[in-house]
């Protein structure tokens, strides 16, 4: 049980016995640590309830609560607060508890919860645009996982659209003797070559030339839609070539989101539910839950009470085409087949709102997953220069995602040579920590802020080795255990977590049970940046403690041993919530 638990749960004990009603027991983190450790806010609004004196009710509060073993001391605060600390001892001991057992305490959920993030569409190059869902996604993922659901991710390709099409009129128009545009093509099994015709380089400069060329070109625009429902409709010839186009964009994307630390469980995408479309539609028109209007097929999902029109779900248009909303709505479909998920968690840009409005209303209407399947929007807002317009290379294109990286590293081994760090090491693991120090320098710089926020992409400051930095929280990472590798080679060990022997000490262990319910709030609010404000708060503070207390010289051999095991349990609880942020510690630093 988590500390701030087991004092709720105190408390309430305290205001049962007194005749009082508990749910009014909770305890929180205090606002002034400089006062005490914990509050209970409830005893002013129960006394105005029950028209007893607040001061009076709380004053016998605070009597009761000081008869615990637990409580140093209870007393009130201004009207009718009460303000709480605990023993030292008991401070500790649970602590150490966090430590003691597997993953922190935190029960497994056996329940799934499927992300949704990266997003891509084929055959485009992944540029600055993809960082954002894909770091935001793996985040949110590696945070349910923390907190012991089955996540796992689903990158949720765009490879079924127009654009699809595009790319199939542009290669036949250039090469129209290849087999895949062959009399009887349409229904023939092949063989088709194995080979692809085009390389992924090919394809990124294809894709912008077509879309551009469907804009002039009237009968191409035309040739390209044919292929697109030609495609949609089971053209064989058309469907071999475009496995080409995937199994080239999904090699390159695996590789590009593997620098960043991003990796899918599941690389499907809207054309994984390409036969499910027509008998999903089917069963919503017979269930009269589709309708048609002006030869469309819509669902209504306005409600009287919606303070703007919600316009129609578009299952499919006039001219008999799926769009990017039957996909998704398919896609809740086939993921709810199994178990029911926990949840499904959408991380997407935040102009996609409205179509995860009128999805979530659909898929409600249509009862397409389970009542206890939250479907959720994290969305998320966009990466800007320090002008704070979209964030682009000085020749106004987007940078793509992989010389993001490459930059982020360039800074980071120019700050790693500045302060003079990783100085004795070799080669090769001066290029691993440098390329670790920039991938945090990266991953925090978009971690720390809250997801539906805008942020300037700064990468000078995000490689700073002080201030709420990545490679800062590495630095302290790197500094528990190099401390303890120290000890260790000085033949001392870890024993019992004990009492608090000074204030920063202390502190130390009022951050690290906080982690229980700091990991709650972030998941309700798929918030990695709870995670990463903690985390530098838990590195600042253990920092303090460290410049204070000097291990290896403390002439106590007990209290020595209970600071080494202080550090073992930071240690563990900082590193796994570091990982929560794609950022890994280097060997050295
Ligand atoms: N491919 C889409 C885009 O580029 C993002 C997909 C997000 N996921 C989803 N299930 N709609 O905008």
């Given at each position: 049980m988590s500390l701030l638990r087991e004092l709720t749960e105190l408390v309430q004990s305290v205001f049962t016995a007194q005749g009082?009603?508990?749910?009014?027991g909770d305890v929180v983190v205090s606002q002034r640590p400089d006062l005490c450790q914990f509050q209970c806010n409830g005893a002013l609004p129960l006394a105005k309830k029950a028209g007893k004196n607040p001061r009076e009710l709380a004053t016998a509060l605070a009597a009761a609560l000081n008869d615990?073993?637990?409580?140093?001391l209870a007393d009130v605060a201004g009207p009718g607060f009460l303000n709480i600390s605990v023993e030292d001892d008991f401070l500790a001991e649970q602590s150490a508890q966090l430590?003691?057992?597997?993953?922190?305490g935190i029960e497994a959920k056996n329940q799934q919860v499927i992300v949704d993030y990266g997003g891509p569409n084929i055959a485009k190059s992944l540029h600055v645009g993809h960082l954002r869902p894909a770091v935001i996604g793996e985040s949110v993922k590696r945070l349910y996982r923390f907190a012991r659901y089955d996540a796992i991710g689903d990158v949720?390709?765009?490879?079924?659209?127009l654009p699809m099409g595009q790319l199939i009129a542009a290669i036949e128009d250039a090469s129209?003797?290849?087999?895949?545009?062959?009399?009887g093509a349409a229904t023939s099994e092949g063989p088709?070559?194995?080979?692809?015709?085009?390389t992924i380089e090919d394809l990124e400069e294809l894709y912008p030339q077509a879309s551009a060329r469907c804009k002039e070109d009237k009968a191409f625009a035309a040739k390209a839609q044919q292929a697109t429902l030609a495609l949609q409709k089971g053209h064989l010839g058309y469907r071999a070539l475009w496995n080409h186009f995937r199994t080239l964009s999904v090699a390159d994307m695996t590789a590009i989101y593997a620098e960043l630390g991003v990796h899918f469980e599941l690389w499907l995408g809207?054309?994984?539910?390409a036969d499910d479309m027509a008998p999903m539609i089917e069963k919503l028109v017979a269930n009269q839950i589709a309708q048609e209007s002006d030869g469309a097929l819509i669902i209504?999902?306005?409600?009287?009470?919606?303070?703007k029109e919600l316009p129609p779900f578009m299952l499919?248009?006039?001219?008999?085409g799926y769009s990017y909303a039957t996909s998704d709505l398919a896609t809740i479909e086939q993921r709810v087949k199994g178990p029911a998920p926990h949840a499904i968690v959408y991380v997407t840009d935040a102009r996609q709102s409205l179509h995860f409005q009128q999805l979530f209303r659909a898929a409600d209407k249509a009862k397409?997953?389970?009542?206890s399947t939250q479907l959720i929007h994290a969305s998320h807002g966009m990466v800007t220069g320090k002008d704070n317009k979209p964030f682009k290379t000085r020749d106004g294109k987007l940078p793509r995602l992989g010389e993001l990286v490459a930059d982020a590293q360039k800074l980071a081994a120019a700050q790693i040579e500045e302060n003079n760090l990783?100085?004795?090491?070799s080669e090769t693991e001066r290029a691993s920590v440098i390329e670790l120090v920039g991938l945090a320098a990266l991953t925090y710089g978009e971690l720390?802020?809250?997801?539906t926020t805008n942020y300037i992409f700064d990468l000078e400051k995000f490689t700073e080795?002080?201030?709420?930095t990545g490679p800062y929280l590495q630095y302290v990472a790197v500094r528990i255990k190099s401390a303890l590798q120290k000890a260790a080679d000085a033949g001392l060990h870890a024993g019992t977590l004990g009492a608090a022997t000074c204030d920063e000490e202390r502190n130390v262990q009022l951050e690290l049970t906080k982690l229980p319910e700091i990991v709650e709030r972030a998941v309700a609010g798929n918030a990695p940046n709870i995670i990463a404000e903690y985390s530098y708060v838990l590195a600042a503070t253990f920092n303090r403690f460290y410049d204070k207390c000097h291990i290896l010289s403390e002439p106590n051999a007990e209290t020595q041993q209970s600071w080494l095991a202080l550090l073992e349990t930071t240690q563990s609880i900082f590193t796994a919530i570091l990982d929560i942020l794609l950022i890994q510690v280097p060997e050295k630093m």
């Open positions: 009082l009603d508990p749910s009014y615990d073993h637990r409580i140093a430590t003691a057992g597997n993953h922190f949720h390709l765009g490879d079924w659209g129209p003797e290849l087999p895949y545009f062959a009399d088709y070559p194995t080979e692809s015709p085009v809207e054309a994984s539910v209504d999902v306005a409600d009287p009470k919606d303070k499919q248009n006039s001219r008999g397409m997953a389970p009542a990783a100085e004795d090491l720390s802020n809250h997801r080795l002080k201030g709420q």
